[in-house]
């Protein structure tokens, strides 16, 4: 298994943040809460992407290393309107890690500040397989979830053992959608949007335009899919999907 793994923290740009969040400080409170959660599971380096100057500078205060994204600065591919969540990690981790010293890439939204640092160790169990290109987070489907949401498909592998986590199971990914209806093989679970990347996978999959259908569902990850990746996903059993007290505070 690999063992070097960067952490991505990156700021909200769903147009939910900035009018929620309301003040500077309070929009750094939630992502260095974030930043601590990542620093929590010790599994190796962590920055963070502000997508303003300010915002990173109060970071800064906190102890957190910080590179600043301009959304507009990342080019659309094809008629992929940006920011696109991949092209803003994949451009962020080669400013921070030009000559490629780490091999997994962890991607951690600011809303997810309530994460388990356990859930992130975990994370890394489903990458042991070498065919494995991306891994994501799935839990059981809440009552309170938007139905658009996007859910997953999974093909659990009873035989893997996640020794951080006994309660987690692994499990590979046959579809993801937003219709429950088109998740024919497998069982049916709620997506919460962290990734973990290889490194050559995601370097890959960032120089491919979106499929057809990834531009219908507005689901990045099933480019992976669509290029022939095997994605793993991770049980956990309880994950909440935002804090934020706001009617369009989505899962993804």
């Not at 993801?176 to 709620?190: H, M, Q, T, V």
Request: contains cysteine; glycine residues 4%; aromatic residues 6%.
């Amino acid at each position: 298994m690999e063992r070097n793994p960067l952490i991505v923290v990156s700021s909200r740009l769903d147009g939910v943040s900035d009018e929620v969040r309301g003040s500077s400080r309070k929009a750094a409170s939630s992502i260095v809460n974030a930043w601590r959660r990542a620093e929590e599971a010790d599994i190796g380096n962590t920055i963070v992407d502000c997508h303003d100057d300010s915002l990173a500078e109060t970071v800064q205060g906190s102890g957190a290393y910080t590179v600043t994204s301009d959304p507009t600065e990342i080019e659309p591919t094809h008629n992929y309107k940006p920011p696109s969540g991949l092209a803003r990690v994949a451009r962020t981790v080669t400013k921070f890690d030009r000559f490629c010293n780490h091999d997994l890439i962890i991607h951690l939204p600011e809303h997810h500040v309530e994460i388990d640092p356990t859930f992130l160790r975990a994370l890394m169990y489903p990458l042991a397989a070498s065919d494995v290109g991306m891994a994501t987070l799935v839990t059981p489907i809440r009552s309170d979830q938007p139905k658009d949401a996007a859910k997953v498909s999974v093909k659990w592998n009873r035989d893997r053992v996640v020794y951080v986590m006994p309660e987690a199971q692994v499990g590979t990914i046959s579809n993801f959608s937003r219709d429950a209806d088109k998740l024919i093989e497998g069982e049916i679970y709620a997506h919460i949007p962290i990734y973990i990347y290889r490194r050559a996978a995601l370097d890959r999959v960032v120089r491919v335009p979106p499929s057809d259908r990834e531009l219908k569902e507005n689901i990045e990850a099933l480019r992976v899919l669509d290029l022939g990746y095997r994605v793993d996903a991770l049980f956990v059993p309880k994950a909440i999907p935002t804090t934020y007290e706001d009617d369009r505070a989505r899962y993804d």
